[in-house]
Antibody
């Protein structure tokens, strides 16, 4: 069974970088697409970006200057880095697999809450 | 970006009731519309992809329909485990965008 698990600091200071890891078991990240989605307080959800099976990336233009998604295929992990965070980046961050054949997020992690505060 | 207007934002409902959640896109999205359920513990699972295709394991009381700019998710008879948040998501064009969510609550 495909399983995803997010990990990383729950508290980040403004202007610093937010770094999260998504560990995947049961499936290789060298297939399909692997994304990050966040849910803000108040329930709005935002697609942040993804990394493909080949390592290419696509980002939400609203974040393009601040976001980087990378991977370590030897550990079957992919990563999110978001720079210059503000309090508006406070959210629950989810990693998910995006099915290339059916075009939807079919497996999700449980989410990790990140608060940006001094 | 394509804006997704999801209504209602909350829906007090009763067990056994038939409910419909709507999602309207700011432009035509050619049926490229998915639905997700988020439980109170935060877990998210897919329900329906490509407007009306049911994810494996999802009960048949869930169904999706629509075309052009207007789409809907229907639950034919509410079960206790259906009280949750629901989101639509379009993938016609990047960036993928979500509706604002509908909270199904017990009346």
């Amino acid at each position: 069974e495909v399983q995803l698990q997010e990990s990383g600091p729950g508290l980040v200071k403004p202007s610093q970088s937010l770094s999260l890891t998504c560990s995947v078991t049961g499936y290789s990240i060298t297939s399909n697409y692997w994304g990050w989605i966040r849910k803000f307080p108040g329930n709005k959800m935002e697609w942040m970006g993804y990394i493909s099976y080949s390592g290419s990336t696509s980002y939400n233009p609203s974040l393009k200057s601040r976001i980087s998604i990378t991977r370590d295929t030897s550990k079957n992990q992919f990563f999110l880095q978001l720079n210059s965070v503000t309090t508006e980046d406070t959210a629950t961050y989810y990693c998910a697999r995006y099915s290339a054949t059916r075009d939807y997020f079919d497996y999700w992690g449980q989410g990790v809450m990140v608060t940006v505060s001094s | 970006d394509i804006q997704m207007t999801q209504t209602p934002s909350s829906m007090p409902s009763s067990l056994g009731e038939r409910v419909t959640i709507s999602c309207r896109a700011s432009q035509g999205i050619s049926n490229y519309l998915n639905w997700y359920q988020q439980k109170p513990d935060g877990t998210i699972k897919p329900l329906i992809y490509y407007t009306s295709d049911l994810q494996s394991g999802v009960p048949s009381r869930f169904s999706g329909s629509g075309s052009g700019t207007d789409y809907s998710l229907t639950i034919s008879s509410l079960e206790p485990e259906d009280f949750a948040m629901y989101y639509c998501q379009q993938y016609d064009s990047s960036p993928y965008t979500f509706g604002a969510g509908t909270k199904l609550e017990l009346k």
